[in-house]
């Protein structure tokens, strides 16, 4: 859960509506392939609910990781515009928020502040994974893993508030 919270806890409350109106909730089942390895993402997907599993190979034999509520997939894909190098694939009935490329794009073009926003909170994320990584495969320091660089703390906490934003309302529709 503490990923979308580096996410989310960049945007303001005004860019988290603004996702919850412009994106959609898509129920999936089990063994429903959410991205394809080496097909284009026109979407970015945060994971309300379920399991998600993380697939190098072709014939989704070996996960690589596990995805739950607060995971955000496609980020790659969004920000390189190459096709991903894995496949994401149901495990558990699950519960993602979609919102597309296009979609995105279009916000970023018209609202700068999104833009840097929503870049940023990209990188957060990405950071966070890379470390989280980096300390599984023994080379970070295990202590440090749930430490939070205090400029960024402010926004975690309302994070946690605008999830459950986007957990509310999609669990209405």
Known sequence: MKRVLFFLGQLNDRDVEWMIHNGNKLELPVGYTLINKGESVDSLFIVLSGQLSVFSDSNNRDS??????????????????????????????????????????????????????????????????????????????PEEEDLIDTNVLDGVAQAGSRFGQILHRFSEV
């Open 64 to 141: 690589i990781a596990k995805l739950e509520a607060g995971e955000i997939v496609g980020e790659m894909s969004f920000l390189e515009s190459r096709p991903p190098s894995v496949s994401v694939v149901v495990t558990g009935p699950s519960v993602v928020y979609q919102i597309s490329r296009d979609t995105i794009s279009t916000r970023m073009a018209e609202n700068p502040e999104f833009r840097s926003n929503f870049y940023y909170a990209l990188a957060l994320f990405l950071s966070n994974r890379l470390r989280k990584t980096t300390d599984q495969l023994g080379y970070g320091n």
